[in-house]
Every structure is written in C-alpha cells, then in structure tokens.
T-cell receptor, first 114, second 115 residues
Framework: EPEVTQTPSHQVTQMGQEVILRCVPISNHLYFYWYRQILGQKVEFLVS????????KSEIFDDQFSVERPDGSNFTLKIRSTKLEDSAMYFC????????????FGSGTQLSVL | AQKITQTQPGMFVQEKEAVTLDCTYDTSDPSYGLFWYKQPSSGEMIFLIYQGSYDQQNATEGRYSLNFQKARKSANLVISASQLGDSAMYFC????????????FGKGTRLSVIA
C-alpha cells in the first residue's frame, strides 16, 4: 500500500541552525501539507502546497519557514534559524485532490532544538 | 472558537468490549468532511475512517464505525471488540468546504485497553 515517507525520523539541532525535513508524498497525490505537534498538544496545520505553490498557511508558518518541491517526488520543509519552541513532531501529509479529501500522514520527524 | 471538541481526555475499556469516543464539531459550511486518526506511542498518524457531510450512511471500516449525527454536529468513533493494540491517542478532525482546506484537529482522547 502506498505511503507517505519522511526522513529523518529524528533530528537534533542547535538553536539558530537551519534544518530541512524531507517527505516523499504518495505518488499520484497532488496536495501536500505540513503539520506539527508539540509534545502533548494537538496537531496544528502549518502549510498546504499545490501546483508548485503555497495554497494556504497558518500563523505559525512565518518567514523562518519555507517549503519546496525540488523534484517530482520530494517535498521539503526548511526552518532557517531554529528556535527552542520549534521542537515538535513534524508530519507531512498528502491527498489526491480529486474530490477525495482523505489526508494520509507520514510517520513524522521528531525535531529537537537544543 | 474550538471547531473540534473531544471532551474525553482519557478512556479505559476492557478488551473485547466496544468503546465510543466522542467528537463534536462546529461549522457553518454545509460541505465538510470528518476524520478519525489513531496515534500510537510510536507517534505516527494512522488514518482510520472518513465521513462526508452529505454521506447518507454512517461510515464503517472493519471494527471502526462513525456514528454521524448531523443535527447534533457529532461524529463519534465506535471501536468494536477492542484489542490491546487499540491503546493509543485518537484524534477527530474536520475539513471544511469539500476542498483541500486544512484539516483541523481536536485535542485527542487517550484510549487504554485493559486485558
């Protein structure tokens, strides 16, 4: 069964460093998303991406964040200068976008900013 | 305002029994979708079941069923014949406007299945 894959599963970084979280969405899906979950809290929307551009973003997704689809398969989230409060589980998700609204999530990347 | 409300922070159920996890939602959009996800201790988000606002029948997927009561704006998840592996966090989520708008999650319910 096709699945969304995310790498790495864990990332530890120093405050102020740049990190790139990587995702390979399901191959025939057209819409891509990043969500995050701070420990013990609910899952929060960051950004959605369609047709090579951001379609929607939340207040959390400030200038420190960017997304990119560098090739036909990868979808990345970059945090330019990490802060302690960026520590969270980051989930990538994708959906077909053809009236099927189901989102399928990857296993997540646990980001720890020290 | 909260769009998704899960009032049960934690639930216990005996193995092989059925359990209902509550979810109420708030929207003025006539077209929306409701989702349940399972998050085991390993952290991944596993899609369980989906209900569209125009669906006439309650959704079912194996041991999972969604008790959709549109007038009451509730979308409770029913897990039948609970198994130890069902112990996890369960999130209710909603997506408005039938499009690819962001999924909004509730705070979750931690289900513990007891042998």
């Amino acid at each position: 069964e096709p699945e969304v894959t995310q790498t790495p599963s864990h990332q530890v970084t120093q405050m102020g460093q740049e990190v790139i979280l990587r995702c390979v969405p399901i191959s025939n899906h057209l819409y891509f998303y990043w969500y995050r979950q701070i420990l013990g809290q609910k899952v929060e929307f960051l950004v959605s991406f369609y047709n090579n551009e951001i379609s929607e973003k939340s207040e959390i997704f400030d200038d420190q964040f960017s997304v990119e689809r560098p090739d036909g398969s990868n979808f990345t989230l970059k945090i330019r200068s990490t802060k302690l409060e960026d520590s969270a589980m980051y989930f990538c998700a994708s959906s077909e976008g053809t009236g099927d609204e189901k989102l399928f999530f990857g296993s997540g990347t646990q980001l720890s900013v020290l | 305002a909260q769009k998704i409300t899960q009032t049960q922070p934690g639930m216990f159920v005996q193995e092989k029994e059925a359990v209902t996890l509550d979810c109420t939602y708030d929207t003025s959009d006539p077209s929306y979708g409701l989702f349940w996800y399972k998050q085991p201790s390993s952290g991944e988000m596993i899609f369980l079941i989906y209900q569209g606002s125009y669906d006439q029948q309650n959704a079912t997927e194996g041991r999972y069923s969604l008790n959709f009561q549109k007038a009451r704006k509730s979308a409770n998840l029913v897990i039948s014949a609970s198994q130890l592996g069902d112990s996890a966090m369960y999130f209710c989520a909603m997506r408005e406007d039938s499009g690819n708008t962001p999924l909004v999650f509730g705070k979750g319910t931690r289900l513990s299945v007891i042998a």
